[in-house]
């Protein structure tokens, strides 16, 4: 896994044009070079909203607005909507996403090969667009914090599915037990993880043809008990109710979906930017 320029999937690379797409007087950029090419058919809808956004991501956002007479008008609204700067985009400038690979010891795969073969195997139906490591030294400081309080317990790699529209929040403040609920409270109101990728899928957003994020987390998992609807914390460990276990579980004997109640307890690790291969063009 490299960076973005590298990233992007074949098909787009190069010439920029998904194999199925035709495209009507429409910027294409190849090397910084714009191009017109009349004639031919409307782009699909389902194409629309990857190729603007990689255009945005190859040459930046100012430069694609800069030739707005080239969009033709079925690319005109998708255009208009990724010069907005990408999250992605601006959380990797701002030094808070990474996507230079880190050396895992004598194991082969850098770090974020190895998120992407991890991924893969969870998820087959998927084509990865980009790995991002997370680099908030804050949020580390906050975890570490947590972790002592916690008395160093056990941590697990969870997966958190999102909307690309959290992403910010989440890698800039944390996960944040504000907006619990939105996807229901099996385990109680908090923060929900997953050790299968394909669990956490569901909430990634389901609009067809859009780029999916899932985030790969540490999370303090400690002590747990079984979940409920109702909980606001974790219930108490002793009758005395001196102590409350830390995490919510489905399962407590083979735990699979895990709900935490402390903002800093998981911290995320890892962006995956990725498509669902029926999503995208063949």
């Known amino acids: 896994v490299g960076p973005i320029s ?3 999937p074949s098909g787009i690379a190069g010439t920029f044009v998904p194999a199925a797409a035709q495209v009507e007087c429409t910027a294409w950029v190849q090397h910084g070079q714009h191009q017109r090419l ?3 058919a409307p782009i699909p809808a389902k194409d629309a909203q990857v190729v603007s956004a990689r255009a945005v991501a190859v040459m930046g956002a100012g430069e ?8 033709s008008n079925s690319m005109a609204a998708e255009v208009s909507v990724a010069t907005e700067e990408d999250p992605l985009e601006r959380l990797v400038r701002k030094g808070l996403l990474s996507t230079a690979p880190l050396a895992q010891g004598d194991d082969r795969l850098d770090d974020l090969a190895h998120v992407n073969v991890v991924f893969s195997a969870h998820l087959r139906d998927v084509r990865i667009l980009a790995v991002y490591r997370v680099e908030n030294k804050a949020m580390e400081s906050m975890y570490g914090a947590i972790r002592g309080i916690m008395g160093d317990p056990p941590e697990f790699q969870l997966w958190h ?3 690309p529209d959290c992403i910010h929040n989440i890698v800039v403040s944390g996960f944040n037990r504000a907006y619990s609920g939105r996807h229901g409270t099996k385990l109680g109101h908090g923060t929900y993880f997953s050790a299968n990728a394909a669990y956490s899928l569901r909430f990634c957003g389901r609009r067809p043809g859009a780029r999916r994020v899932m985030l790969l987390s540490k999370v303090l998992v400690g002590a747990c008990a079984k979940g409920s609807p109702e909980m606001v914390e974790p219930p108490f460990k002793d009758q005395e109710q001196m102590a409350r276990y830390d995490t919510t579980v489905d399962d407590t004997l083979a735990p699979s979906t895990f709900c935490v109640f402390r903002d800093y307890q998981a911290m995320p690790q890892y962006v995956v930017e990725f498509m669902a291969t029926d999503d995208s063009e063949p």
């Not at 694609?64 to 007479?69: C, F, G, Q, R, T």
């Open 6 to 8: 590298s990233q992007v």
């Open 38 to 40: 009349p004639g031919a």
């Open 64 to 71: 694609v607005a800069k030739h707005p007479d080239c969009c």
């Open 161 to 163: 599915g999102t909307t």
